[in-house]
């Protein structure tokens, strides 16, 4: 007889990036709390609920259940493997060197646009709203760097060249 296994069984999880900020730290905190003390003793009724009805082959509904259980119980894990691992950016102020948490203003040579961002970890990233992680192609490039450096940044075979203006 073959063991059984599950689809996610066969590729590697990778670790999320442990950089996080104080409020992402609080609201990963939160969320789990939520989730230990009332969605997973809520659908863990459910299903002994619909256990009690008889026959789990053909119970559609246990299944289901069964598998939201499974799915709560790995958020779980997985938000406590992140805050088990967690590093909270704390940037330290005037060090003239982009490091996470700064928020920094570059200038596109090009096209003479200027863009604030604010550099964190990959678990908080919102391009759309300035925030980008270190991990990302221009994060990468920018971390290190001082005010006036000029960046070269090879993005779909173009390079683009951008100026550090300001570092808060």
């Known amino acids: 007889m073959q063991t059984p296994y599950r689809k996610y069984d066969k590729i590697p999880r990778q670790k999320s990036d442990p950089h996080i900020t104080e409020e992402k730290f609080k609201e990963l905190k939160t969320r789990l709390d939520k989730l230990k ?3 997973r003793p809520r659908e863990a009724e459910e ?13 559609a509904g246990y299944q289901l259940a069964k598998s939201r259980l499974r799915g709560i119980n790995q958020r779980i ?13 704390k940037p330290i102020k005037n060090t003239g060197q982009v490091q996470l948490g700064n928020y920094i203003t570059i200038e596109n040579l090009e096209t003479k646009k200027s863009k604030t961002y604010q550099l964190l970890g990959s678990a908080e990233t919102n391009p759309v709203s300035g925030i980008i992680s270190h ?14 450096e000029i960046i070269n940044l090879e993005i779909n075979a173009k390079i683009i060249k951008y100026k550090i203006i300001k570092i808060e």
């Open 135 to 148: 991990n990302s192609p221009l994060g990468s490039a920018l971390l290190g760097k001082e005010v006036a």
């Open 47 to 59: 299903v002994k609920r619909l256990a009690a009805m008889g026959d789990f082959s053909e119970n």
């Open 37 to 39: 003390n009332n969605q």
């Open 77 to 89: 894990l997985d938000i406590e493997d992140l805050l088990s691992r967690a590093e909270i950016i």
